[in-house]
T-cell receptor
Framework: AQSVAQPEDQVNVAEGNPLTVKCTYS??????LFWYVQYPNRGLQFLLK??????LVKGSYGFEAEFNKSQTSFHLKKPSALVSDSALYFC???????????FGTGTRLTVIP | NAGVTQTPKFQVLKTGQSMTLQCAQD?????MYWYRQDPGMGLRLIYY???????DKGEVPNGYNVSRLNKREFSLRLESAAPSQTSVYFC?????????????FGDGTRLSIL
């Protein structure tokens, strides 16, 4: 069975500080991992993905994520947070060869000016 | 680039009424999906269509039906709406089912059932 967990419902960070949004996953085989961002009254926007290769993945708007197979984690990071990064962030996983994408429950990021 | 377009954006129904949510994509994607988003529960897959002419149940299909009208369009129908179906509904598309590419989402339909 596939599942993904986002252990923090809410993350607050000061503008200019580094941010981390955590994600852990569970799959039987190899994972495809995705991060999405959702702004108010909008759909989910794709940020980045891990399929294979380098464990550090770079994506849109200066975000990056590190795949850690031993810890089954895929944490989202950014070196310097902007107020405009405030949004709801979703991690998603699909096992290689499976059809469906499973989403976490989301983490609300608030960047404080 | 419109991407994925959903109509309507908002709708209020009474219990027992029927409704069809429309979705169209202009990216020539093969696969399309319907999700519902509820507070604290993330997104849950209702139905999906791997390609034109095929549809399959997702995690929470009860109370819904779908039609893949053509490659571009994938509609979701509530035959007899219930208050438990109050939610935000998202349509998404991707190049292929189970592929490496991301899903692309519309802006959602906010549905309230009274």
């Amino acid at each position: 069975a596939q599942s993904v967990a986002q252990p923090e419902d809410q993350v607050n960070v000061a503008e200019g500080n580094p941010l981390t949004v955590k994600c852990t996953y569970s799959v039987s085989g190899n994972p495809y991992l995705f991060w999405y961002v959702q702004y108010p009254n909008r759909g989910l926007q794709f940020l980045l993905k891990y399929i294979t290769g380098d464990n550090l993945v770079k994506g849109s708007y200066g975000f990056e994520a590190e795949f850690n197979k031993s810890q089954t984690s895929f944490h989202l990071k950014k070196p310097s947070a902007l107020v405009s990064d405030s949004a709801l962030y979703f991690c998603a996983v699909r096992e290689t060869g499976a059809n469906n994408l499973f989403f976490g429950t989301g983490t609300r990021l608030t960047v404080i000016p | 680039n419109a991407g994925v377009t959903q109509t309507p954006k908002f709708q209020v129904l009474k219990t027992g009424q029927s409704m069809t949510l429309q979705c169209a994509q202009d990216m020539n994607h093969n696969s399309m999906y319907w999700y519902r988003q509820d507070p604290g529960m993330g997104l849950r897959l209702i139905y999906y269509s791997a390609s034109e002419g095929t549809t399959d149940k997702g995690e929470v299909p009860n109370g819904y039906n779908v039609s893949r009208l053509n490659k571009r369009e994938f509609s979701l129908r509530l035959e007899s709406a219930a208050p438990s179906q109050t939610s935000v509904y998202f349509c998404a598309s991707s190049e292929a089912l189970g592929g490496r590419g991301p899903q692309h989402f519309g802006d959602g339909t906010r549905l309230s059932i009274l």
